[in-house]
């Protein structure tokens, strides 16, 4: 069947890369894309990097779309899909063929008081006024998120105090053990950690402890992780489980529908299960893949997954997976300002997470690339390059 019509929900950073990529590939039938804010397209890392520290006010990617021959429909926000067909608050399109990238929302805590959230530029915006000399700003996790704002709000002269539910920061993304390795970063900073506290809800003029405790706060910020933007979907027979189901070329369980972004939950060949991730990375490249095959082709993605973050003056760097790793072996000083933490599974490199090292983060991303086996003892010495850590 002729494709004539290609519906996009979501115009965030996966949206616009699979219109992109379609018209890069001579696609020159029609395609609507559609996004629920308002804005063009946009960048969402530097949110919480150079907007919050006053060096960006805008980070839209494409100001121009009418140069991509796309309907595009702004602040309209998906609704439910039958039939071939999508809903909007504002309408319907029918499709041949329908893109899901509606990303994913942030997580709340229950409470009357006033909290703030970082997801969208308005947030980051709106936010940033809010960061000044002497304020009392809380954060609520100490996730990647919550590192990079308590790493702005200290820059602006803010008493900073974050509030971590878990052993450890970054707990959750990298284990309490790596994430551990951090904790010294806030103190050094001038900023309060409060590790294994849990918040009861979120008052006004502050936060209500589950150990009983008062953490006042002018300011609260709550960054204790997203949910896919999928409730709309409920019923439409699309497969979905933490994200919608696709197979290694990114195909829905629906014929005809596609997900890529935070919100697809694809089968990596190379971890043999199916992962999910919120990586710029992820929503710059999977779209290669799913516009090849929505064209007609039979692309297989399986990333070696990259992030990077910028905490307290440290650029960190993690390439790969580590769930499911036997081994963690540490190379350099992990008390200063330059290391590494390397996860291996069976012998191989799964993962690699650097503090100042971006050539070992480049040389484990092509050894997890290639799959070889390593030797564990030349990972663990900083003065061979990590390149040269294969197996002999």
Same mark, same amino acid.
């Given at each position: 069947?002729?494709?004539?019509?290609?519906?996009?929900?979501?115009?965030?950073? /996966?949206?616009?890369?699979?219109?992109?990529?379609?018209?890069?590939?001579?696609?020159?039938?029609?395609?609507?894309?559609?996004?629920?804010?308002?804005?063009?397209?946009?960048?969402?890392?530097?949110l919480?990097?150079?907007?919050?520290?006053?060096?960006?006010?805008?980070?839209?990617?494409?100001?121009?779309?009418?140069?991509?021959?796309?309907?595009v429909?702004? $602040?309209?926000?998906?609704?439910? =899909?039958?039939?071939?067909?999508?809903?909007?608050?504002?309408?319907?399109?029918?499709?041949?063929?329908?893109?899901?990238?509606t &990303?994913?929302?942030p997580?709340?805590?229950?409470?009357p008081?006033?909290?703030?959230?970082?997801?969208?530029?308005?947030? %980051?915006? @709106?936010?940033?006024?809010?960061?000044?000399? &002497?304020?009392?700003?809380?954060?609520?996790?100490?996730?990647?998120?919550?590192?990079?704002?308590?790493?702005?709000?200290?820059?602006?002269?803010?008493?900073?105090?974050?509030?971590?539910? $878990?052993?450890?920061?970054?707990?959750?993304?990298?284990? +309490?053990?790596?994430?551990?390795?951090? @904790?010294?970063?806030? %103190?050094?900073?001038?900023?309060?950690?409060? =590790?294994?506290?849990?918040?009861?809800?979120?008052? +006004?003029?502050?936060? %209500? =402890?589950? @150990?009983?405790?008062?953490?006042?706060?002018?300011?609260?910020?709550?960054?204790?992780?997203?949910?896919?933007?999928?409730?709309?979907?409920?019923?439409?027979?699309?497969?979905?489980d933490?994200?919608?189901?696709?197979?290694?070329?990114?195909?829905?369980?629906v014929?005809?529908?596609?997900?890529?972004?935070?919100?697809?939950?694809?089968?990596?060949?190379?971890?043999?299960?199916?992962?999910?991730?919120?990586?710029?990375?992820?929503? =710059?490249?999977?779209?290669?893949?799913?516009?090849?095959?929505?064209?007609?082709? @039979?692309?297989?993605?399986?990333?070696?997954?990259?992030?990077?973050?910028?905490?307290? $003056?440290?650029m960190?760097?993690?390439?790969?997976?580590? $769930?499911?790793?036997?081994?963690?072996?540490?190379?350099?000083?992990?008390?200063?300002?330059?290391?590494?933490?390397?996860?291996?599974?069976?012998?191989?490199?799964?993962?690699?997470?650097?503090?100042?090292?971006?050539?070992?983060?480049?040389?484990?991303?092509?050894l997890?690339?290639?799959?070889?086996?390593?030797?564990?003892?030349?990972? /663990?010495?900083?003065?061979? +390059?990590?390149?040269d850590?294969? %197996?002999?």
């Amino acid at each position: 069947m002729r494709i004539e019509r290609v519906v996009i929900a979501g115009a965030g950073l /996966a949206g616009l890369r699979t219109l992109e990529e379609l018209r890069a590939r001579g696609y020159d039938g029609a395609v609507t894309l559609i996004g629920a804010e308002a804005r063009p397209p946009y960048d969402r890392p530097p949110l919480s990097k150079g907007v919050l520290a006053g060096e960006a006010d805008d980070t839209t990617l494409r100001p121009d779309l009418a140069v991509l021959g796309a309907d595009v429909r702004l $602040g309209e926000a998906a609704t439910g =899909l039958a039939d071939g067909v999508l809903r909007t608050d504002r309408g319907e399109y029918a499709f041949d063929r329908l893109v899901l990238a509606t &990303g994913a929302a942030p997580l709340p805590l229950p409470g009357p008081g006033p909290q703030r959230m970082l997801r969208t530029l308005d947030d %980051a915006l @709106s936010l940033r006024d809010a960061l000044r000399p &002497g304020v009392r700003l809380a954060v609520v996790g100490a996730g990647w998120i919550g590192a990079e704002l308590a790493t702005a709000a200290a820059r602006a002269g803010c008493a900073v105090t974050v509030v971590e539910a $878990g052993p450890a920061p970054l707990s959750v993304a990298l284990g +309490p053990e790596a994430g551990g390795r951090t @904790s010294p970063w806030y %103190a050094a900073a001038g900023v309060e950690l409060r =590790l294994g506290e849990l918040v009861s809800s979120v008052q +006004p003029g502050g936060l %209500a =402890l589950a @150990s009983g405790d008062w953490l006042a706060a002018d300011v609260i910020v709550t960054a204790i992780g997203v949910r896919p933007s999928l409730s709309w979907l409920w019923g439409s027979g699309v497969a979905l489980d933490n994200g919608v189901i696709v197979d290694d070329g990114l195909r829905a369980s629906v014929p005809g529908v596609f997900a890529a972004g935070d919100c697809a939950a694809f089968f990596s060949r190379r971890y043999r299960r199916t992962l999910r991730f919120e990586h710029w990375d992820v929503a =710059l490249r999977a779209p290669e893949v799913l516009a090849a095959n929505l064209l007609g082709g @039979s692309e297989s993605y399986d990333p070696v997954p990259y992030f990077w973050s910028e905490q307290f $003056g440290r650029m960190v760097q993690y390439a790969g997976y580590h $769930g499911g790793a036997d081994q963690l072996v540490w190379r350099g000083d992990t008390g200063g300002e330059r290391f590494a933490a390397c996860w291996l599974a069976g012998g191989r490199l799964a993962a690699v997470l650097t503090v100042g090292l971006p050539r070992d983060l480049l040389q484990g991303r092509r050894l997890i690339e290639a799959g070889l086996p390593v030797d564990a003892a030349r990972i /663990a010495d900083p003065a061979i +390059p990590l390149r040269d850590a294969a %197996a002999r």
